[in-house]
């Protein structure tokens, strides 16, 4: 029985993803700092499964939180086969003379670093293992910058410039690293970008229809269960309505 550790794993793509792999009989290790979200997932999985989900509470911009709960995990999780790094978020929207620090900091720090240190206290038992597969989540926003994303963007054109640099180091310890950039997907990411203004978040996916939070699950599924030989190594995933950042066809 493989395990995947997921970060971000209360709410959106992270719990969608955790709870496919339990659910398809993988063990899964789920973190972030909600854990009454994740406890809530997990209960309504059938009793049998519920042993197959640990769970810790994590701030992944916390490296000895990070390296904490990855010292606690159950022998029979500490062999990691798939690291989804996914945690992270969007904060504010404006223009860069306008930005908010604390917005920036956490960006740079969720992003970035987090995703940084959970990747350096993870990938060493992989190296060791001699097999492992990591997926970065980036973003449309990782590929191209669009007015007013500013700092976001450039985190997530570092998660690019990081998924590349660590298939570099790591294909020759037969670990596979990936990527998956989504376009617009309906989770709490609006919400938390916008300071919990449901008005403007909702407006983002006005008249069209974005991705659900399952299509990225689906994808990672079949990311880490394509044979052993092949790595799909960048996807970017859009809803067919949105055709660039920028441009969205809202036809209702
Ligand atoms: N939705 C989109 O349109 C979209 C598009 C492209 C890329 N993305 C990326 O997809 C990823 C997941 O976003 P989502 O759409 O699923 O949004 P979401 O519903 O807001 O989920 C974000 C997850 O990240 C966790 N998280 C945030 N800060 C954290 C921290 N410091 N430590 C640990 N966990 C943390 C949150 O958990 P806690 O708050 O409980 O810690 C939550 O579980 C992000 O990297 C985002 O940038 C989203």
């Known amino acids: 029985m493989k395990t995947i550790l997921v970060t971000g794993a209360s709410s959106g793509f992270g719990k969608a993803t955790a709870l496919h792999f339990a659910q398809n009989g993988w063990k899964v290790i789920a973190w972030a700092r909600r854990l009454s979200s994740m406890e809530s997932w997990r209960s309504e999985l059938a009793p049998e499964l519920q042993n197959l989900v640990h769970l810790s509470e994590v701030d992944v911009r916390d490296l000895s939180q990070v390296e904490a709960a990855f010292s606690a995990l159950p022998s029979a999780f500490s062999s990691i086969d798939v690291l989804l790094n996914n945690a992270g978020l969007a904060a504010g929207k404006d223009p860069v003379h306008q930005g908010l620090i604390d917005d920036w900091e956490r960006m740079i720090d969720t992003n970035l670093k987090g995703l940084l240190y959970v990747t350096r206290t993870v990938s060493p038992g992989m190296v060791t293992r001699g097999s492992g597969h990591i997926v970065n989540i980036g973003s449309i926003a990782g590929k191209e910058p ?6 976001y963007n450039a985190t997530k054109f570092g998660v690019d410039g990081l998924t590349t ?12 690293v990936s990527q998956i950039c989504p376009g617009m997907v309906d989770t709490e990411f609006s919400e938390v970008r916008f300071h919990g203004d ?5 407006a983002v996916y006005h008249n069209m229809t974005p991705l659900v939070a399952q299509d990225i699950a689906d994808l990672v599924w079949y990311m ?29």
């Open 224 to 252: 880490v269960n394509a044979p052993k030989h092949v790595n799909l190594a960048d996807v970017l995933i859009l809803p067919s309505e949105q055709a660039s950042a920028t441009i969205v066809s809202r036809r209702g």
């Open 165 to 176: 640099g660590m298939r570099m180091d790591l294909a020759k310890f037969g670990i596979k």
């Open 146 to 151: 669009y007015p007013d994303g500013n700092v």
């Open 198 to 202: 449901r008005e403007k978040a909702s």
